[in-house]
């Protein structure tokens, strides 16, 4: 089969299983972006620590891992060396930078609130990544981050409103480590982050 088909079949193998795919590169490694959406029926959001204090990505475990796996046994059975980043696909300490990649896979663009749109789903989306090692598949993006401005964002405001620190500024948080959506600060059981600036965006809604 022609590297063409093979690509092919790959990403058809991946939209079946995600809402969102994307590809780039990484040196002699390619590097499939995986998005998926969140809501309360398929929260991707549901975080928690045990007793230890040590983190669970139980939203990721439930509904994202299941279809990973059967990703990684599709690229493993067409001969592929695939693994998964990080845990579940999502890399806990942020290397490599996800939103990074997906901009770079040109599968979504950052929007005004910081974070990365995607024009059918909005924010409301979440990444994963999946490494085929040793395979230069096609990118599928320009194969770099940029920061260029969104225009499925236009004239609205509504993240830069919204944010209870006044800290967020068009395509910019000037301050990343007072962010109350930042997961690392959690200290409870039940991880409860600041989601107000993406529960507003009209895109993908």
């Not at 204090?53 to 891992?65: N, T, Y």
């Not at 001969?79 to 990074?100: F, M, T, V, W």
Request: glycine share 10%.
């Amino acid at each position: 089969m022609s590297k063409t088909g093979i690509e092919q079949e790959i990403v058809a193998e991946a939209q079946h299983l995600f809402d969102a795919v994307g590809i780039t590169s990484d040196g002699e490694d390619s590097i499939i972006i995986l998005g998926m959406a969140t809501s309360p029926e398929q929260d991707l959001d549901n975080f928690l620590r045990d007793e230890n204090g040590v983190f669970i990505i139980r939203g990721f475990e439930i509904h994202a891992q299941p279809r990973l796996d059967s990703l990684i046994s599709f690229l493993r059975e067409k001969g592929l060396s695939a693994k998964i980043l990080g845990r579940c696909g999502y890399p806990l300490h942020g290397e490599p930078n996800l939103k990074q990649l997906a901009v770079a896979a040109g599968l979504c663009h950052w929007g005004k609130n910081a974070m990365v749109l995607h024009p059918r789903l909005g924010p409301r989306f979440r990444l994963m990544a999946v490494r085929i090692v040793g395979a230069a598949l096609s990118p599928t993006g320009p194969g770099r981050d940029s920061h260029m401005e969104n225009p499925l964002c236009q004239d609205c405001t509504a993240c830069i409103n919204t944010c209870p620190l006044g800290i967020l500024e068009p395509y910019y948080l000037r301050d990343p480590r007072s962010c109350e959506a930042d997961i690392s600060r959690q200290r409870g059981r039940k991880v409860v982050c600041c989601d107000r600036c993406w529960v507003v965006c009209p895109i993908g809604r």
